[in-house]
């Protein structure tokens, strides 16, 4: 069931052929501005996820706008938890939906802004009319495939089970630490049944049963982990894929560290250059350059947040792993004796190097320049994932 919003329509009733309609995306309602341009704009309130509303209030804004059953309908929304489901279904429908990232819309620098859904979607309408017109308004995310977004999911829930873990194994340390108690031990651990077998006995009952049941919950994490890594372990010794395999060759990067930056970047999207590979990691500059004032402001953490934390790990192996490397003699050329926290700093200058090191490897074949690649053996079958 959908609901509308009268709005007076303007004088100028020229025909137009196309439709413009942005989304408001909500848990329980979605708002759709939609107008062809000439004419106020018509707003709806349909129910979440309801398609078939969603194709009435086209239907009905098409005649409202006395346009053809047939004229070209452009939408937008942006990027969030709805994911690609929705442009895939409206692109099923003949409509032509472009998915935007949320944080390259322009706003109102006011330190006091109103904010509302009707201004949002007033607002994506506007823009998506000036980006049909050729204008840069917005940043526009490439779609991937169902393959490609599925493809993601196991190493992201590693990273929440490990999460998990470590929120469990703190937990515990901290209940334990109520009763002065500190083991030396790794909690859960092999030893850890024997080490609280011997310790319980200190702890009152109750938190003595909350701790078990914390255990309980640690012990099945680590057994979701094991499981999804011993899947991925198989599914690389089958040969499913090639590019972390390729990538895990060269020595300082392990099939961990392969296995996110292809499946978060290097598997599906495309560059055309190595701006575009800086930046879709966020990892390009940020210069201040205002009058008198040149400020550097540190990396723009603007693209995947996942493989540029990555690179950072992989950065710092690398200069312990590949010291005779140009990458590892350039950094250490250009930033030896800064101290440590500049170091901690300019890791993220040959992060960015790697970045684009790793691109030409797995792009065109181009081994970065004096660095090792592992033996023929598989580090996978050695047990080091």
Not at 104 to 131: A, F, Q, W
Not at 199 to 215: A, F
Request: glycine share 6%; with cysteine; charged share 25%.
């Amino acid at each position: 069931m959908s609901t509308t919003q009268a709005v007076p329509q303007a004088k100028n009733t020229a025909m137009q052929s196309e439709l413009y309609m942005s989304f408001e995306l909500g848990d329980k309602s979605w708002k759709l501005t939609v107008s062809d341009g000439q004419r106020g704009p018509s707003r709806y309130s349909v129910r979440a996820g309801d398609t078939e509303a969603v194709l009435d209030c086209v239907r009905r804004a098409k005649e409202r706008c006395r346009l053809s059953p047939q004229a070209a309908v452009h939408s937008c929304y942006e990027a969030g938890r709805d994911g690609w489901w929705l442009h895939r279904w409206l692109t099923q429908q003949g409509i032509d939906n472009v998915v935007v990232d949320a944080a390259s819309i322009e706003v109102n620098r006011r330190v006091r802004r109103p904010k509302t859904d009707r201004l949002d979607g007033d607002k994506l309408l506007t823009m998506l009319r000036r980006h049909h017109t050729g204008e840069h308004v917005w940043s526009v995310l490439r779609e991937p495939t169902p393959d490609q977004e599925d493809a993601r999911r196991a190493h992201r829930e590693l990273a929440r089970l490990t999460q998990e873990r470590v929120a469990h194994m703190n937990r515990i340390r901290s209940l334990l630490v109520l009763h002065n108690l500190r083991p030396q031990v790794v909690i859960g651990g092999r030893d850890w049944a024997n080490w609280w077998a011997n310790h319980r006995g200190l702890v009152p009952p109750m938190l003595c049963n909350e701790i078990e049941r914390e255990c309980i919950r640690l012990a099945l994490v680590k057994q979701q982990t094991r499981v999804l890594e011993s899947a991925r372990r198989d599914e690389l010794a089958e040969g499913k894929h090639p590019l972390v395999a390729q990538l895990a060759r060269l020595r300082a990067i392990g099939p961990k560290g392969a296995w996110v930056l292809v499946k978060e970047v290097f598997g599906w999207r495309r560059f055309a250059n190595r701006r575009e590979v800086a930046g879709c990691l966020g990892l390009t500059p940020t210069p201040y350059d205002s009058g008198d004032s040149q400020i550097e402001q540190g990396i723009r953490k603007a693209g995947n947040r996942r493989a540029r934390t990555m690179l950072v790990e992989l950065a710092w192996r690398w200069l312990r792993l590949q010291p005779n490397s140009v990458l590892t003699q350039w950094f250490n050329r250009r930033f030896t004796g800064n101290g440590k926290p500049m170091r901690r700093v300019s890791i993220v200058a040959l992060a960015r190097r790697l970045a684009i090191a790793l691109w030409r490897y797995l792009e065109h074949g181009a081994i970065p320049a004096g660095a090792l690649l592992r033996p023929a053996t598989p580090c996978w079958a050695r047990n080091t994932f």
